[in-house]
C-alpha cells in the first residue's frame, strides 16, 4: 500500500456506509452483552469484557440520532485503539475494507461545513455508493451529540448529484 | 562518561539514596537535640561509604564533597569546629547538594561540582583543613602496622557479591567503629584502589574471648562466614568458626516485575473461578469421577493463588516511614521560612501500605502538612497571647483499621474560620447566599473541599493557589479512599485520609437485581439479611427496615443506580451497608455468594462514576459492576439514614 492510498474499513449504519482507517481498528467481535453502566458519560453505552480487559463500547446509531436498520444478526462491535485506548463500537454490520486512494476523498462540501459534521473527514465515492469516512477522534469526544442525520441525508445528496473528480 | 544503568552504578545510586535519609535523619536530630557523638558518627559513617564508592567509580565531583563533609564531621565531632546554625545550614545543603548530583547520575549526566559549597565547608573547617589521605586520622583510627596485635579477624565474602572492594570498606569502617584495628589485607589504599580478593583480613587489638564479633559481622553486608585466627607462636590455631549465612534480608524488585506478577495471580484467580463454574456444570450431569478430579485441581488452585496472592501482595506492601522519613527536613524547611516553631510527631510509620496506594498520599501528605504550617498554626506572639505553647505542633499518625489505613494530620493552630470560609465561597461562585445559609456545620467545613477558594492573601511562595484539596479528594476517590476534615476554633485541625489496603484483589460479595450481578467489598456490608414483609414499614412515603429493632432506610439497588422505577415491590434480600450519613438497607434480589475479585478499572476514557469503583469479570466471563455504597448514597442526593 503506498503513501497515497488508505485502507478503510466499512461498516453500515442505519443503511449508511461509514469508514474507519484500518490502522485504528484493533479488531472487530460479535455483539455481546453490554453491561450498562450507572452514570456514566452518556455516550457510553456500557463495558464489555474484551479478554479480561474492560473495554467501554459506544452506540453510535445513538450517537449519530439515526435510526437503527439493523439485522441483529450482522451487529459487530468495531474495537478501535485511540490515544492508548480501546473502546468498542456498535455497529449493525461490518461490510468490507476498502482500498481508496487519497486523491478519491473529497472534503465534506463547505455547504454543510459546520460544527455539525466534525465528524466527517471526507466522503469517498465508490461505485455509486457513498462511504462517509469518520473522524475518529470527533466521534470519540466527550462532547454533546449533535442532530447529524440531517446532515447526513443532505451530504449523500449532494455527493450524489456530483461526480467525484478524480486525476 | 557514567553509565546509569550499569549494574554496579545502580546499586551505589541505590545506596547513596538510603545513605542520605540517615544523614538527614542524623543532622536534623543533631539540630533538634544538640551534640550527640552516636548520631555525629552514623553521619560520618555514611559519608565515608559514599566517599568510598563515589571514589571507586571515578566520580570526583561527589568523591571530593563528601571527603570535605567528612573532614568537616570529624572537626565536629573532635570539638575543633562548633555544632552551630551555620555549620548545620551548610551541612544541610551539602545534602542537598549530594541529591541533586545523585538525581543527576541517575539521569546518566555527571554532577558539577558547586563551587560556593566546597568553598563554605573549607571556610568553615578554616586552618583545620586536612589535606591528607583519609587514613591519617586522630588517635583510634590509626592503621599503621602495629605488632601489638592479638586476634585477626577473617571475613569472607559472598562469591557473587558485587563491588566487593566497597563491601571491604564498609566492613573496615564498620570495625574500626567498634574494635581497635591496628592493620589490615588488603589495606584500605588497596581497596581504593579496588584490590579486594572475597575476604578481608583484619588485624586486632581486641581479646577474642571476651568481644562479641557476631553481632557486628552480622551488619556487615555480604559477609557470609568468619574466622578468628590467633597469632600463637607457631601455632595457628583457629579458633571459632561460624558460617553465618548472612543473606541480606531484603531484595530489590522492580516495580514492574511485581505488578506482573500481581496480575498472573488475578488472572488465576479468575482461572480459578472458571473452573468451579465448570466444575458445577459436570456435576449436573453426574460425571462423578471427573467431578472429582477436577474438584481436587480447583482445591489446589486454590491454595495455590491465595498463597500467590498473599506473597505478591506482601512483596508489594512498603511501610509508611519511605514517605513519612521525608517529612521532618520539609517541615524544618517550610516552619523556618514562615518563621514558626513545629514540632513534627510522627507514630505508626510502619504501618504497610501497598506500594501504588503510597504514589497516590505523597503529594496530598505534603499540601496537608504546608497548610497546616503556613495557615493552620500561629507565629510565636500570636500562640503566646492564645495561651498556647509558642511552638505548634503537628501530629501526623497511621493505623490499620479494618481493611483500610486511616493516616490523619492534626494540628494544634487557630482552626478553620468557618465564616470566612463561607464567605469566600460565596465570593467564588461555589455557592449561593441562600445556600450558605442553610448550611450545616459539617457542609461549611466541607467547603475547604471546593476547586479554587484560596484568597490572594493565601498564595504563598510555599502553599497553593487553591488548587490543592480538591484534586487530593479526587485522586483519593479514584482509588476508593477518602479524605475527612474537622476542626475546632483555636484548637486545631485535623485531616483524616482513608485508604483501601491495595488497589487489585478485594473480598467481595456477589449479589444479584433483576439478573444483574453486583459485587461489593465485603468491608462494606454490615449484614446482609433476608427481608420479610412484615419488617417493612413506610414511614412519611420513604420505605424502612426493622432488624432486631434497629430501623434502617431500605432502598433498592436498582433504583439507586437508576436501572429500575421506584416502585413497590419488594426485593427479598437486603444489604445493611455504613454511608456517610448512617446506615442503609440496600434492596436486592438474591445473594450469589462470596469471592475474592479483582478489580478492573472503568478506565480513563469513562472515568469516575460515582457509585462504581470499576468491575469484575466472573466465572463465566460477564461482568459485574463493583459498587462503592457510599459514592452511591451520595450520588443519589443521599437520604437520611439512621
New interface residues.
Partial sequence: MTDNELQLVVFELAGESFGVDIAQVKEIITMQ?I???????TI?EG???LR?????VIDLIKRFRLTSQGNSDKERIVVVEFDD?S?GLMVDAVSEVLRVSRDMIAPPSPVIMDTDVEYLQGIVKINERLVILLNLKRV?SHEETHEIAGVMRQVSEECSTKTTKTT | MFNQNDEDNLIFLAEVEELLLIMEDGLLKLEREGFDELSLNEVFRAAHTIKGGAALLDIAPLADATHLLEDLLDAVRCKRVPLDEQVLDTLLESLDWLSQAKAQLQAGRFPETDETLITHLRHLLGSEEDMSRPQDRPSGNRLEADPKQRCTLILKFAEDAALLSIRAFQALTLAKEHWQVVGSEPTEEDLEQDLCGPSLRLHLDEDPDKTDFSSIIQKMPEVISFDIELPKINEREKVSTEDLQYQSRTIRISVDLLDELLALAG?LV?DRARLSDVLSKLQDQKTEVVGDQLREIANHMGRITSQLQEGVMRGRLVPLSNIFRKLPRLVRDLSKAANKKVDLVISGEGTELDRSVMEYIDDPLIHILRNAIDHGLEDPDERTAAGKPPGGQVKLSAEHAQSQIIITIEDDGRGVDLDELKQRAISAGAITEEAASRMSRRQNLDLIFFPGLSTAKEVTEVSGRGVGLDVVQTNLRRISGRIEVDSQPDRGTRFQLYLPLTLAIIHGLLVSSQD?VYAFPVASVIEAVPVKEEDVHTVTDRQVLSIRDQIFPLVSLDVL???AAPSSRLTRYALLVQVQTGSVALGVDSIVGEQEIVI????????Q????T??T?LGD?????IIDPSTLMQ?SGGSDAS
Fill in positions: 452483552d453491561v450498562h453502566v450507572p452514570r456514566a458519560p457510553v463495558i464489555i469484557n479480561g480487559s474492560v473495554i467501554p485506548l473502546i470519540l | 488472572e479468575v444483574r443506580l437508576g436501572e478492573k478499572e472503568l478506565g480513563s476514557y469513562i472515568g462514576v460515582p457509585g462504581v470499576g468491575a469479570i466471563g460477564s461482568l459485574a459492576l450520588a
